[in-house]
Each structure stands twice: as C-alpha cells, then as structure tokens.
C-alpha cells in the first residue's frame, strides 16, 4: 500500500535498527572553528561499524555558557557494537585527534550507569608530570602539552538504551533533486538532539545488503535499489527512479531516533517531489534481526 | 519541617564536647533522650539539657544557637543532614566530617575541618590555625570535601592535606598549604611567608602575593583551562574564588625540596 503526502509517496515499510553501546563527549577550545575542528577529526573515518569500528558525529554545537570550561564547544556522540570496542574507539580518537589538536579539552558529554575511561587511559601521556583534579564527585586530568595543558575528564558516561540504523530511504527522479531531499532530511535530523546521521554530509549513496556472492565479505551493495540494474534485477524501484541516496541515523534513545526520522520525513514532504524526492522507503531485514523498528506511517508529518 | 533547635543557656564555665550532637547519632531519639545525653566537660558529665535549651524538630537539620569559642568538636564525623551553629565554635569543628553540611556562623579554633573527607563546611567568620591539618601523629589531613571560610584563617592551612578543596576568602597566615600531599587551597587575598612549604603535589591558588621559598620554580604566566574549570565548579560555594580563578596566574613549580610536583598560582593584579 502507497501513502502519499504532499506528492510524496511514501511505503508501507519501515526502518530496522539495532541496540548499540554509545558515549559522549564534550569538546572545548579556544575558538568555536578549533573545538569544531577537534570534532571532525576525531569523528572522520566513523560512518559505519562494518568498516570503522565506531559511527560517531557531531551531535551539537554549544556555546561558552553550555560548556564545562566556558569556552565554545560541540558535542559528539559515539556509537559501537561492543563496550570493549567503543572503549577502544574512544581511546584511540580522543588521543589522536582531541589530545593534538590545539586548545582543546575534553569532558564527559553524557552520565551512564557505566563509565568508559577517558583521561584515565590517556594521563600516561603526561609521563608523570600530568595532575590529577578532584572537585565532589568530579575527576580530571591536566597533560602537559606544548600549547599548554590538555584537560581531560578521568572518565565519561556509557549508554546501553543507544539505537544504531534508523534510516530513510530517499527516491528521485534525478540525482540533483535527490540530493537536495537528502540534504534537507539532514539539515533537518541536525536540529533534533541526541542523534547523528554518521555518513558523509549525513548521506549515504551505497546502501548495502547483509552478506555477498563472494566469501568473507559482509556487506555488499543492494542491487534492488540500484538504478542501472532495473531491468537485470527484481528491482524495488519506480520506473522514473533514477537515484537512491540513504540517511542513517544513531541515537542515544530509541525516542530520538524516532524523532529523526519524522523530521526528515517532514522535510522530504515539505520540498515536494518537483525539486526533491517523488518516494520515500525504508531499510529492513524483514523484522527479524533488530529490535527497533520505525513504521514511517506512524512518522508522517 | 522545623530544625531540631538547642539554644545555649550561658555562657560555659569549662569547655564542652559536642561531638555526640551531630545527625546520625541522634537519630532514632526521642526529645527526652536527647536532652539526656551525657556530654563531657570538666571533671564531670553533664546532661545536654544542663547547658542547653532543646526544640525538638528534625534532627536531620540542627540548629545551635548562641555560640562558644568552648564549643568544641561542633559536627565531629557528622556523616549526613544539616548542622548551623550561629555563632563561635572552640577547636577541631568538623573533624572527620564525611558528609550532609555544617555551617558555622561565627568563627573557628584551630584544627576546624581537621581529616575532614567528604561533605561541605561553611566558616561565615575566621578560622584558627591548621585548617583541616591532622593532629599530631596522624600521616594525613583533609582528604575530602569542600571548605569555605568566607573570612580569614591562621597559619598553616590545608596542612597535609592529601584530597579535596579548601577556600579562603580573606587571607591566610604563614605557611598556607604546607606539606600538602594533593587538594587544592585557593586563598583569595595574600598570605603569609612561605606558603607551599614542602609541598609535594596538589595546587595553591593565591589571590595576593606571598614571600615563597626558593625551592619554587617560576614557570611563567598563564591562563589555565584547568582553573576555568574549577571555577564554574567552586562558583556555587564562592563567587570571589570563581573570579579568582578566571584571572591569569603566574605558576610556580615546586617545592622542590620534596616531590616537586605540586604548584602554586599567584593571580595577576587584572
């Protein structure tokens, strides 16, 4: 059954997604561009568990007043499969990417009944010059570095109710109106708090299927949903498709995945098919494999 | 509900133990009972309705008042609640405390907060020397919790002191900080000679220049994310020190006659 909206035709389907460990942090700098900086480094290269270990983006920009040390700063979120990888995910990013980048400073961006260590795993750095800061049940680190000090919490907050694969299937008539679909469901799932849509600009073009005709390889591209191989396949797609981009979204909640979703769906609708999408769908394995899943019938604006 | 409230009838002759008085030992008492409790003072116990009034109310919020430089050990190991006391207390108020919030109006003796571990102490006035030191014999001093002392303190602040905060909005005395195995001191105004004194670990924040030791390093000025931090942690108990600690600070390394690992930053004068 088709429900249109606005000339959007939008399936009957909906979007599986999976239970994930997921953290936060917190990073300042002395200019809003440096903590931004700090964040893109160390959320580059995590668009999708299969391949980076972790997903994880920038959840929101705050300004001094928002922040632990006053100074401008963006909250990002992290989301892994495991606790022992998200553990190690963490680590090896706010190492390589927060602990170098100018300026910065780190802190817990989430409270969880579990922590994961933060500047506990990295105050070794400092090689016996780093100091340790209590204050109530607070905990941080002072590293020593070249500009100064590195400030990192000792610890932060582990999530266990994370939701990782909300997703909106965005179909188009040209790869221009798809695009400018796709980016306004972004734009709009930017707003919404506690989710990020990890791939590139919040886009991903190669949405794939589980498993592939080749051995050991685990995910490999979704031939239905491809336009060049409409007529070779059991294609999913309209006749006038001509491009399927895909959003996928991770949450702290499953509420807020939700919330997501509805805000790109609302956003598709309101661009119209003209100048955006003609149809929406969403990515599932028949039910059976995630817990979550997301009815867009009952996320319509 | 209304304080449980104890109002001193005169001035005492000896000084008092008030260490039985504090939360969680009164807890599960009836009015009577508690106007019985023996409390010890000069050659002979005394009931503590002998020297006080009782209102009886919630002992999770005790209210002293009338005060007494012979009050002593106001709050000792008072683990949780509320205690004021409205006006002076004598020696070691807040010894051991771990918990809940004592408040004393007036002034302290020496060794107030002494061992203190957790919990938060309020000095409306000044208080002695050795805040929050060990006695004698004892490895370390405070280990926990918050103190401010919105006026003055003696010598030797925050002597041993191995773990938490102490503020100081008026001055401190000689030695401010000395021996200090980790924590943090920020006096506001200056203090005396040699404040830091075999510091090992553990940062002195002063708000006034002192006469340092030689055994402490000048590192240069700087503006520390680390004490911005801790400003908007200590705004909630002292404005004076949030702002302190929003200031640039020349740091001083040291002392290194011991550890060396410890520092002590003067604020600049903008």
């Not at chain 1, 920009?61 to 909250?75: F, W």
């Not at chain 1, 090689?127 to 932060?156: L, N, Y």
């Not at chain 1, 956003?267 to 769908?281: N, Q, W």
């Not at chain 2, 090992?200 to 503006?223: A, H, N, W």
């Amino acid at each position: 059954m088709l429900l249109t909206v606005r000339g959007v035709r939008i399936d009957d389907t909906f979007a599986e997604a999976f239970g994930m460990r997921a953290t936060a942090v917190i990073i300042t700098a002395d200019t809003a561009q440096w903590a931004r900086q700090a964040a893109l480094s160390m959320t580059g290269f995590a668009t999708s568990v299969i391949g980076c270990g972790c997903e994880a983006g920038i959840d929101r920009v705050l300004t001094g007043k928002q922040t632990q040390d006053g100074r401008p700063g963006v909250r990002v979120l992290l989301f892994a499969v495991s606790t022992a990888e998200l553990q190690k995910q963490l680590q090896t990013r706010v190492a390589q990417c927060l602990l170098t980048s100018p300026g910065s400073a780190c802190y817990a961006g989430i409270d969880g009944e579990e922590t994961l260590r933060l500047g506990n795993a990295l105050r070794y750095f400092g090689d016996g010059w780093q100091i340790s800061k209590r204050f109530g049940a607070k905990h941080f680190w002072r590293i020593p570095v070249m500009d100064g000090e590195f400030v990192c919490e000792a610890t932060t907050g582990l999530s266990k109710q994370a939701v990782g694969g909300g997703n909106l299937l965005i179909l188009g008539r040209t790869t221009d109106t798809t695009r400018a679909a796709a980016e306004a469901a972004v734009a709009a799932i930017r707003k919404v708090p506690d989710v990020i849509a990890p791939f590139p600009g919040g886009v991903v073009r190669s949405g794939s299927k589980v498993g592939s005709k080749y051995k050991g390889v685990p995910a490999s591209t979704n031939e239905v949903y491809c336009p060049t191989l409409r007529g070779a396949v059991h294609s999913a797609l309209d006749p006038d498709t001509k491009s399927v981009l895909e959003i996928v979204v991770d949450g702290l909640t499953s509420t807020a995945v939700a919330s997501a979703m509805r805000a790109g769906i609302s956003a598709i609708v309101k661009l119209g098919p003209k100048r955006g999408a003609t149809r929406i769908s969403a990515g599932n394995y028949g039910g059976k494999l995630g817990p979550h899943h997301y009815h867009l019938r009952e996320l319509l604006p | 509900m209304r304080p449980l409230t104890l109002t001193l009838r005169e001035r005492l002759d000896d000084r008092l133990d008030l260490s039985p008085l504090v939360p969680h030992a009164l807890a599960g008492k009836t009015i009577r009972q508690i106007e019985r409790i023996e409390l010890q003072t000069g050659h002979r116990p005394i009931n503590l309705a002998d020297v006080f009034r009782v209102r009886a109310g919630d002992i999770e919020q005790i209210r002293i008042q009338g005060g007494c430089d012979r009050l002593d050990y106001v709050g000792q190991e008072m683990n949780s609640g509320e205690l004021i006391v409205e006006g002076n207390v004598g020696i070691q108020a807040g010894r051991l405390l771990s918990g809940g919030r004592l408040t004393v109006l007036g002034n302290t003796g020496p060794w107030a907060a002494s061992g203190m571990k957790a919990g938060v102490f309020e000095i409306r006035g000044t208080a002695g020397d050795r805040l929050g030191g060990p006695l004698a014999g004892e490895i370390a001093g405070m280990r926990g919790g918050i103190v401010v002392v919105r006026g003055s303190v003696g010598k030797r602040a925050g002597d041993r002191m191995r773990r938490g905060t102490i503020i100081i909005e008026g001055q401190a005395g000689d030695y401010a900080g000395s021996r200090m195995i980790a924590g943090t001191l920020i006096v506001r105004g200056s203090a005396g000679p040699l404040a830091g004194f075999l510091l090992k670990r553990g940062t002195i924040v002063l708000g006034g220049s002192s006469e340092l030791s030689p055994t402490f390093m000048d590192c240069g000025e700087y503006q520390l994310v680390a004490m911005r931090w801790l400003a908007a942690m200590v705004e909630p108990y002292s404005k004076a020190a949030a702002v302190l600690l929003r200031r640039s600070f020349a740091r001083f390394a040291g002392d290194m006659a011991v550890l060396g690992k410890g520092e002590i930053l003067v604020g600049s004068r903008n």
